[in-house]
């Protein structure tokens, strides 16, 4: 019984935690300043050839759960097809959360959207420290970075650096071809990949010191 409530906590925080990523994720798309580097793909696909951004979403992690087999080969392991579920969760999360956004009243004003990316931040660093803990599936796109780095035998971490910045040449590059202008890439672009981690350091902290006051 105890087995059976540790992985309904674990479920709830895992598919909740994926639900606030993807509320962060849309405020970064009604910003209109630019996505955080893992959704810049599915959004330049919007942007670019008018494809909802849930079913991009999908396509992508669909894509993302190929290259892990073309990468692992004999060592992927069949339970890591469970991604592709979990991208379709993700990007209905994702097609829901962008309908909210709509109804949001759009404005000019510079000031209020990067607010809403900063907003954006919190909520996408918050649902990583929600979901990641969990230790129910991964998605594809951290697949990708753990076989990358286990086949290189590299930092986790840089890898991950290096995957945001490739998804971002991408998209970049496929919205000055396809429309000349900069599309799902801007401020916030940068705004993300540059604080994202940085805020999910401080609610470590935070989460840590209300967990053991003593220790403060």
Request: aromatic share 8%; charged share 15%; glycine share 6%.
């Amino acid at each position: 019984m105890e087995k059976q409530r540790t992985l309904a906590n674990r479920l709830i925080c895992y598919f909740v935690g994926l639900f606030i990523m993807t509320i962060g994720i849309a405020l970064s798309v009604k910003s209109d300043l630019g996505v955080s580097p893992v959704s810049s793909i599915p959004y330049t696909l919007t942007v670019c050839w008018g494809v909802e951004m849930g079913k991009a979403t999908i396509l992508f992690h669909c894509v993302l759960i190929i290259i892990q087999i073309l990468i692992l080969r004999k060592n992927f392991k069949l339970k890591s097809l469970l991604q592709l579920p979990v991208g379709i969760v993700f990007g209905y999360f994702t097609t829901f959360c962008n309908s909210l956004a709509e109804k949001l009243p759009a404005t000019d004003n510079y000031f209020l959207r990067i607010v809403m990316i900063l907003i954006s931040v919190v909520l996408v660093a918050i649902g990583i420290f929600m979901y990641l803990p969990a230790d129910i599936m991964s998605l594809a796109g951290e697949g990708v970075m753990q076989a990358v780095a286990d086949t290189l035998k590299t930092e986790f971490s840089r890898i991950k650096v290096a995957f945001d910045v490739t998804m971002v040449i991408i998209s970049l590059a496929t919205c000055l071809i396809v429309m000349h202008t900069m599309g799902s890439v801007g401020i916030g672009t940068v705004i993300a990949a540059l604080l994202v981690g940085v805020v999910i350091g401080w609610i470590k902290k935070l989460w840590a010191k209300r967990s053991n006051p003593s220790r403060t």
